[in-house]
Each structure stands twice: as C-alpha cells, then as structure tokens.
C-alpha cells in the first residue's frame, strides 16, 4: 500500500477528513466545523497517507500571542491502528508545536494516554463530563517544550 508520509493538508482533503472523523469518533465535527480549522491560519492540519489513502490525521492550534500550542484532534483510522501512526502525526505535530503544547483526552483513552506520556506529556487537569456521547471526563495534558522537541 505505500509508505507512510505525513503531509500538511489541503482543502481537497476535507472529505477524506471528514469520512475518518465519523469512523473515529461518535460525535464527529461537521465538514464545515473541519473546514474552517484547515482554513485557519494559525492551524497546523496533518494527515497521515499510505499510498493515497488518508489513514490519520492531526490537527492544532498555535497561538503565538501566548506562545502555546493546543493539539485540537489526533486520529487514525480503526482498521489502521497499532502501526505507530498516531506516534508520526504526534512527533510531527509536536515539532510544529510553539512553546507549550495542550491536549484533552478521554479519560478511558488509555492507548492515547500512553501515547502522550510517551511524548513527556504530563496530566495537570481535568474537565468534567467534558465529552458527549458518551458523557466522560477529559484529562488536561500538557508538553512543557524547553527548546527541545521529542
């Protein structure tokens, strides 16, 4: 099927997006709510190929003025997951990352919470019944960048 690469991504890639979002999530966004977040211009938006297939993908917020970073979605398709996908999207993600970076995760995620901690990423807090469908709290985690990036 192809090599991995990860790739910055374009507004051509909004229904591929959109179809691994409703796979991946039970509340997924809706395509505009997706499409305004590729058109944000402080927004870093990654996906994840094997050959032409989008598999994954990433998605952040820097905002400069604060000099932090928020990862907003990572995701890899079901069928492609334990291929360290999330890993490559998280690295590179990480990478375009300014200062600290933030993320929230359910608090049941257990396989992407080890991912994060992987990656340094430490729990500091936590949003009640903060996830719909089913109700579940996230945890605030966050990646304290010191000029160095895993």
């Known amino acids: 099927m192809g090599e991995l690469q990860i790739l910055p991504m374009e507004s051509a890639h909004l229904l591929q997006l959109h179809k691994a979002e409703i796979a991946c999530f039970n509340a997924p966004w809706s395509i505009s709510t997706l499409g305004d977040v590729l058109l944000n211009p402080n927004g870093v938006s990654l996906a994840a190929f094997l050959g032409e297939k989008l598999v994954g993908y990433g998605l952040m917020l820097n905002m400069e003025i604060v000099g932090e970073s928020e990862i907003i979605n990572i995701a890899v398709l079901p069928e492609y997951r334990s291929r360290r996908i999330g890993d490559a999207l998280l690295r590179a993600l990480i990478q375009r990352g ?46 304290e960048v010191n000029g160095e990036k895993t």
Do not use: C, Q
């Open 98 to 143: 300014e200062g600290k970076i933030s993320l929230e995760v359910r608090a049941s995620n257990e396989a992407a919470r080890a991912l994060y901690m992987k990656h340094n990423f430490v729990a500091k807090g936590l949003r009640k019944e903060y996830y719909k469908n089913p109700t579940e709290d996230a945890i605030i985690m966050w990646l």
